[in-house]
C-alpha cells in the first residue's frame, strides 16, 4: 500500500462518518455502538478503532484529552525516525482532524499477532540464553529453575530491554541496530512488549511507541 496523508484523511473520515452515524462518543469509547465491520481496542492511554472491512489504516485517540500527549508523541518520534533513515521499523501515523473535541491521529494497520512475535522473540532469546550460558537446551527446557531464570530476563522490562527489541536488532543491520537503539533511548520508547508490535509483511514493526511514565 502506499501510504499518503490524503489516503489517511479519508479512511479516517470515512470511519468518523459512520461513527457518527451510530451515535457514537469518543468520551465514553466503550459505552456506545459502533458498526457491525468495526473493532476497538484500548491501551492504558489510548484508544484504537479498525474499519475491518477496509483495514489499512486505524484511529487512535487518547483516552482522556490529557493522553493526546501520546498521539503527539508518536508523530514527533515517527518524523525523526524517517529523518534517520528508521521509518521502516514504526508504523506510520499522522494528526488528522478534531473530533467531539479530540484530537484523532491514524496509523497504518499492521497484523498485530502478540502470540507470533513473542513466539519467535522469545525462541530466538531461549538460544541465546543457552549459547550464552553454555546450556543444553533440550536439557535446560526440563528444568524449572534454569526456565523461570530465563522468563525473569527476557521480561525485563528496564529501559527498553524486552526481549522481543533484542530479536528485532538481530534481524536488521548493525548499522540500523546502532541508530535504532539510540533513538529509542533518545525518546525513552520504554513499553516495548510484544503487543506493541506489528508486522508489515515479514518485517517487525512498532505500532505503540510513545513509551509510558513519562
Known amino acids: ?94 494528526y488528522i482532524c478534531e473530533y467531539q473535541g479530540r484530537g484523532i491521529y491514524a496509523m497504518e494497520y499492521l497484523d498485530c499477532d502478540e502470540e507470533t512475535v513473542d513466539d519467535r522473540s522469545s525462541d530466538y532469546c531461549w538460544e541465546l540464553y543457552c549459547e550464552d550460558n553454555d546450556l543444553d537446551e533440550e536439557k535446560a527446557r526440563e528444568d524449572w529453575d534454569i526456565r523461570d531464570e530465563f522468563w525473569d530476563s527476557y521480561n525485563d522490562s528496564t529501559d527498553h530491554t524486552y526481549g522481543v527489541v533484542r530479536y528485532l536488532f538481530s534481524l536488521i543491520s548493525a548499522g540500523d541496530a546502532v541508530k535504532l537503539d539510540q533513538l529509542m533511548w533518545h525518546w525513552d520508547i520504554n513499553d516495548m512488549h510484544a503487543g506493541n508490535w506489528g508486522l508489515r509483511g515479514k518485517q517487525l514493526v512498532m505500532c505503540d511507541y510513545a513509551g509510558y511514565g513519562w
Not at 489516503?7 to 451515535?23: D, H, P, W, Y
Not at 468495526?38 to 490529557?66: N, Q, T, W
Not at 508518536?74 to 506510520?92: C, D
Open 1 to 94: 500500500m502506499n501510504i499518503t496523508f490524503e489516503l489517511a484523511k479519508e479512511r479516517t473520515e470515512a470511519i468518523l462518518e459512520k461513527l457518527t452515524e451510530c451515535g457514537y462518543n469518543v468520551n465514553e469509547p466503550f459505552e456506545g455502538n459502533i458498526p457491525d465491520t468495526f473493532s476497538i481496542d484500548s491501551g492504558a492511554c489510548r484508544v484504537v478503532i479498525i474499519d475491518e472491512a477496509h483495514p489499512d489504516f486505524v484511529i487512535k485517540f487518547g483516552c482522556s484529552e490529557s493522553d493526546e500527549k501520546y498521539c503527539k508523541r508518536e508523530v514527533e518520534i515517527y518524523e525523526e525516525a524517517k529523518k534517520e533513515g528508521l521509518a521502516k521499523y514504526f508504523a506510520w501515523t499522522q
